[in-house]
Protein backbone atom coordinates (compact mmCIF):
# COMPACT_ATOMS: atom_id res chain seq x y z
CA UNK A 1 0.00 0.00 0.00
CA UNK A 2 2.83 2.10 0.90
CA UNK A 3 4.51 1.82 -2.83
CA UNK A 4 1.07 2.26 -4.15
CA UNK A 5 0.42 6.08 -1.72
CA UNK A 6 4.32 6.75 -3.10
CA UNK A 7 3.58 6.49 -7.22
CA UNK A 8 0.08 7.99 -6.27
CA UNK A 9 1.41 10.62 -4.55
CA UNK A 10 3.85 11.24 -6.97
CA UNK A 11 1.71 11.05 -10.11
CA UNK A 12 -0.36 14.10 -7.92
CA UNK A 13 2.95 16.16 -7.63
CA UNK A 14 3.45 16.16 -11.49
CA UNK A 15 -0.96 17.13 -12.05
CA UNK A 16 0.08 19.95 -9.21
CA UNK A 17 3.23 20.94 -10.90
CA UNK A 18 1.97 21.10 -14.39
CA UNK A 19 -0.84 23.38 -13.04
CA UNK A 20 1.54 25.70 -11.63
CA UNK A 21 3.41 26.00 -14.38
CA UNK A 22 0.60 26.53 -16.49
CA UNK A 23 -0.98 29.20 -14.52
CA UNK A 24 2.40 31.34 -13.81
CA UNK A 25 2.88 31.23 -17.60
CA UNK A 26 -0.63 31.50 -18.50
CA UNK A 27 -0.69 34.62 -15.96
CA UNK A 28 2.67 36.16 -16.98
CA UNK A 29 1.46 35.78 -20.63
CA UNK A 30 -1.27 38.17 -19.92
CA UNK A 31 0.50 40.91 -18.01
CA UNK A 32 2.80 40.90 -20.55
CA UNK A 33 -0.02 41.21 -23.50
CA UNK A 34 -1.91 43.84 -21.50
CA UNK A 35 1.36 45.86 -20.82
CA UNK A 36 2.40 45.73 -24.41
CA UNK A 37 -1.36 47.75 -24.49
CA UNK A 38 -3.37 44.36 -26.19
CA UNK A 39 -4.91 42.24 -23.48
CA UNK A 40 -6.13 38.98 -23.70
CA UNK A 41 -9.70 38.87 -22.78
CA UNK A 42 -9.75 35.54 -21.67
CA UNK A 43 -6.49 35.47 -19.21
CA UNK A 44 -8.34 36.49 -16.07
CA UNK A 45 -11.41 33.68 -16.43
CA UNK A 46 -8.56 31.18 -17.46
CA UNK A 47 -6.59 31.94 -14.41
CA UNK A 48 -9.24 31.80 -11.81
CA UNK A 49 -10.03 28.32 -13.04
CA UNK A 50 -7.17 27.24 -13.05
CA UNK A 51 -6.11 28.47 -9.48
CA UNK A 52 -9.51 26.34 -8.77
CA UNK A 53 -8.07 22.97 -10.65
CA UNK A 54 -4.94 23.87 -8.99
CA UNK A 55 -6.72 23.63 -5.16
CA UNK A 56 -8.92 20.87 -5.76
CA UNK A 57 -5.62 18.54 -7.10
CA UNK A 58 -3.60 20.05 -4.56
CA UNK A 59 -6.00 18.92 -2.01
CA UNK A 60 -6.08 15.85 -3.39
CA UNK A 61 -2.07 15.76 -3.04
CA UNK A 62 -2.27 16.96 0.54
CA UNK A 63 -4.70 13.29 1.27
CA UNK A 64 -2.08 11.61 0.17
CA UNK A 65 0.34 12.90 2.00
CA UNK A 66 -1.94 13.52 5.52
CA UNK A 67 -1.33 17.39 5.18
CA UNK A 68 -4.70 18.38 6.23
CA UNK A 69 -5.67 20.42 9.10
CA UNK A 70 -6.41 17.78 11.92
CA UNK A 71 -5.89 17.69 15.82
CA UNK A 72 -3.10 15.21 15.90
CA UNK A 73 -2.30 15.74 19.47
CA UNK A 74 -5.89 14.86 20.61
CA UNK A 75 -5.95 11.96 18.60
CA UNK A 76 -2.52 10.40 19.78
CA UNK A 77 -2.99 11.65 23.43
CA UNK A 78 -5.98 8.29 23.04
CA UNK A 79 -4.70 5.02 24.10
CA UNK A 80 -4.08 3.01 20.61
CA UNK A 81 -7.19 1.13 20.02
CA UNK A 82 -8.99 4.19 20.54
CA UNK A 83 -6.43 5.88 18.39
CA UNK A 84 -7.83 3.42 15.51
CA UNK A 85 -11.49 3.36 15.82
CA UNK A 86 -11.69 7.01 16.16
CA UNK A 87 -9.58 6.80 12.90
CA UNK A 88 -11.11 3.84 10.95
CA UNK A 89 -14.24 6.64 12.06
CA UNK A 90 -12.81 9.70 10.43
CA UNK A 91 -11.60 7.84 7.33
CA UNK A 92 -15.08 6.50 6.83
CA UNK A 93 -16.71 10.06 7.33
CA UNK A 94 -14.44 11.47 5.02
CA UNK A 95 -14.60 8.68 2.05
CA UNK A 96 -18.96 9.18 2.44
CA UNK A 97 -18.48 13.33 2.13
CA UNK A 98 -15.87 13.07 -1.02
CA UNK A 99 -18.15 10.30 -2.41
CA UNK A 100 -21.14 11.92 -2.39
CA UNK A 101 -19.22 14.90 -3.73
CA UNK A 102 -18.25 13.20 -6.80
CA UNK A 103 -21.48 11.91 -7.20
CA UNK A 104 -23.24 15.23 -6.85
CA UNK A 105 -20.33 17.10 -8.92
CA UNK A 106 -20.93 14.34 -12.13
CA UNK A 107 -25.11 14.67 -11.68
CA UNK A 108 -24.22 18.30 -12.14
CA UNK A 109 -22.06 17.86 -15.35
CA UNK A 110 -25.29 17.35 -17.99
CA UNK A 111 -26.96 20.43 -16.60
CA UNK A 112 -23.53 22.16 -17.30
CA UNK A 113 -23.33 20.89 -20.96
CA UNK A 114 -24.93 23.68 -22.59
CA UNK A 115 -23.01 26.39 -20.91
CA UNK A 116 -19.23 27.94 -22.04
CA UNK A 117 -16.72 29.64 -20.36
CA UNK A 118 -18.02 33.90 -21.11
CA UNK A 119 -14.58 34.38 -22.88
CA UNK A 120 -13.78 31.45 -24.44
CA UNK A 121 -17.19 30.17 -25.86
CA UNK A 122 -15.83 26.70 -27.23
CA UNK A 123 -14.49 25.32 -23.75
CA UNK A 124 -17.77 23.93 -21.95
CA UNK A 125 -18.19 24.49 -18.51
CA UNK A 126 -18.60 20.76 -18.03
CA UNK A 127 -15.40 20.54 -18.76
CA UNK A 128 -13.86 23.59 -16.10
CA UNK A 129 -16.02 22.22 -13.21
CA UNK A 130 -15.40 18.64 -14.17
CA UNK A 131 -12.42 18.62 -11.61
CA UNK A 132 -14.83 18.75 -8.90
CA UNK A 133 -15.64 14.99 -9.47
CA UNK A 134 -12.32 14.18 -10.73
CA UNK A 135 -10.73 15.58 -7.31
CA UNK A 136 -13.14 13.89 -4.80
CA UNK A 137 -12.77 10.67 -6.82
CA UNK A 138 -9.05 11.28 -6.20
CA UNK A 139 -9.09 12.23 -2.98
CA UNK A 140 -11.40 8.92 -2.03
CA UNK A 141 -8.89 6.62 -3.55
CA UNK A 142 -5.86 8.28 -1.10
CA UNK A 143 -8.33 8.30 1.90
CA UNK A 144 -8.59 4.71 1.05
CA UNK A 145 -5.29 3.63 1.37
CA UNK A 146 -5.16 5.27 4.62
CA UNK A 147 -8.14 3.35 6.05
CA UNK A 148 -6.85 -0.06 4.40
CA UNK A 149 -3.85 0.23 6.84
CA UNK A 150 -5.66 1.36 9.41
CA UNK A 151 -8.01 -1.68 9.43
CA UNK A 152 -5.46 -3.63 9.03
CA UNK A 153 -2.73 -1.72 11.89
CA UNK A 154 -2.06 -4.31 15.05
CA UNK A 155 0.19 -1.67 16.36
CA UNK A 156 -0.07 1.62 16.07
CA UNK A 157 2.51 3.34 12.94
CA UNK A 158 5.94 4.22 14.42
CA UNK A 159 6.55 7.81 13.09
CA UNK A 160 9.41 10.27 13.00
CA UNK A 161 9.56 13.06 15.25
CA UNK A 162 6.85 11.98 17.82
CA UNK A 163 4.96 14.21 19.54
CA UNK A 164 4.87 14.47 23.46
CA UNK A 165 2.13 12.72 23.64
CA UNK A 166 3.11 9.72 21.70
CA UNK A 167 6.36 9.63 23.17
CA UNK A 168 4.68 9.03 27.27
CA UNK A 169 2.87 6.19 25.94
Same mark, same amino acid.
Given at each position: ?? %?????????? /??? &??? #??T????????? !? &?????? %????????????? @?????F????? +????? +? %??G?? /??V????????????????? @??? +??????????? =? !???????? =??????? &??????? =?? !???????????????????????????????? #??? =???
Amino acid at each position: MA %HFRAVYGRLL /EWV &VGA #LMTILALEVTLG !I &VFRFSG %HSLSWYDEVASHL @LAWLTFFGAAL +ASVRR +A %HIGCP /ELVAAMPWRARRAVGIVAQV @LVI +AFFALLAWVGA =S !IMPVLATD =SLISLPW &VPMSFVQ =SV !IPISAALIVVAELTHLAELVVATEPPVTQGAS #LAE =SAQ
